[in-house]
Every structure is written in C-alpha cells, then in structure tokens.
C-alpha cells in the first residue's frame, strides 16, 4: 500500500486523472511523478448519482500498478457500499464516499478501514457541514466538493470557503488530523482561498492538464499559490 500520509503543513496536489491524456496514459503518469504529485484522484461514476460515466476498476488498476503516487478513488455512485470490495482490490491507498449517496455511510467507512484502506467522504455543495458532525473522527479525508459532481470544467462556488474553515475549526476541536480536500474549480486563485480557509490537498484538473505548460510547472505554480496551513498539531 502507498502511503498517503504526510505533513499537514504541506500542501498536497491531486491531479484529477479523468483530465489526463488517456492515449498516452502511461506518459502522462510518468510526467505526473516526475512533476511531484502527492495523490491522483480518480472519479467513478454510475450514471445515476450523477449523470455521467467515468473511471472502472480495470483502468484504476492499470493506474495503481504503473505509477508510485498513491492513488485516491473517489466514488461518485449511488449506494457505495455495492462497490467497496471489487475496489478494494484495484491497489487504491484511499477511498472517498459521498455521504448522501448511502443510508449506511458508518458502515461503508468502516468497511473500508476493515480491508486496510484510508476512509475519506465527500460532501456536496448542497450538503450541510452537520451531516459530517457524527462521522468526522473515523474519517482520514473529508473531500469538500467546490461544484456539483459530474461533469469538468464548473465554476468554483465560493461559499466553499466557510464550509472548508467550519470542518477545519471542528476538526481541530476534535484535536484530529483531517486532510481536507477540495473538489472542482481549482486554479491558482481558488486553490489559495481554499488553503487559508484550512483545506490541505487541491485537486487540479483544467489547472494541471490544460495549462498549455508542463505538468511540472503547472503543479509548481498551484503549488506556490498555496499558503500552508498552520497546525498546532506538528
Ligand atoms: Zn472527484
């Protein structure tokens, strides 16, 4: 298993791989290591929690076992835990889960820490931060989505922001450490109000993959828009 686990000082970048180059697939991964990608986030989608197809596990296996970074399956589907073991096997170091895609959401994160894998669930941007209140302590992730799922290229909502500074404050009352991720709508502009709010890992789609410049300066320069996040905690 890749470990995910790193300084909560630190920045980590995601590189949304729905947005990679697939018929250079194992390039675009190649360039993707060598640009310092902490995590790839890879969408699945069912057509019914939203109204789009993405990722399977035969192409995230292929992601998992031809690339060091450690990868992140966010599942964008109805009644998750259907699905948890057949991903269980595609070598993903983390799993996210949307809360309001099941009436079992503390037994799906459970199972997932049962098969040894880190436990994340993702909030839409419709969705209270309350619903987050009884489940935060099992989670490693919480993936605040900035637009709703389903398809590229959505504006960034900006009262992103208070949700992601509400989970951060409640997380550090909890004296836990909680990577926050943000979901859509990253640029260097937004990826730096969302990090001063608290968040810690910024997946980039459009600002990774269709910059016009390497994956290496692109993932540098939403690096450096970043402000780190101070934490009591290291
Ligand atoms: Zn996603």
């Given at each position: 298993?890749k470990d ?25 991964l190649a360039?993707l290591e060598r640009?310092?990608a902490?995590?790839l ?22 992601i998992c076992s031809h690339s060091r970074i450690p990868v ?19 070598g993903?170091s ?141």
């Amino acid at each position: 298993m890749k470990d995910f686990t790193t300084p909560m000082s630190k920045v980590k970048i995601a590189p949304s791989i729905i947005c990679a180059d697939f018929g250079n697939l194992e390039k675009e991964l190649a360039a993707l290591e060598r640009a310092g990608a902490d995590l790839l986030h890879a969408d699945v989608m069912d057509g019914h929690f939203v109204q789009n197809f993405a990722l399977n596990p035969t192409i995230i296996h292929y992601i998992c076992s031809h690339s060091r970074i450690p990868v992140e399956v966010h599942l964008v589907v109805e009644e998750p835990e259907r699905f948890i073991d057949l991903f269980s096997t595609v070598g993903a170091s983390i799993i996210t889960v949307h809360v309001e895609s099941t009436n079992n959401i503390v037994r799906v994160i459970n199972r997932i820490k049962q098969l040894g894998i880190k436990a994340s669930v993702a909030i839409n941007p419709a969705t209270p931060v309350g619903h987050l209140d009884y489940i935060l302590e099992y989670l490693d992730m919480v993936v605040v989505m900035a637009v709703n799922p389903g398809f590229r290229g959505q504006v960034f909502l900006a009262r992103t922001v208070d949700k992601i500074e509400a989970i951060r404050n409640l997380a550090t009352r909890k004296k836990q450490h909680l990577d926050i991720e943000v979901d859509g709508g990253m640029n260097e502009r937004t990826a730096q109000s969302v990090c001063r709010a608290g968040a810690n890992v910024i997946i980039g789609g459009a600002a990774i993959f269709d910059t016009g410049k390497s994956r290496e300066e692109s993932i540098r320069r939403l690096r450096d828009a970043c402000v780190p996040i101070k934490s009591s905690r290291e």
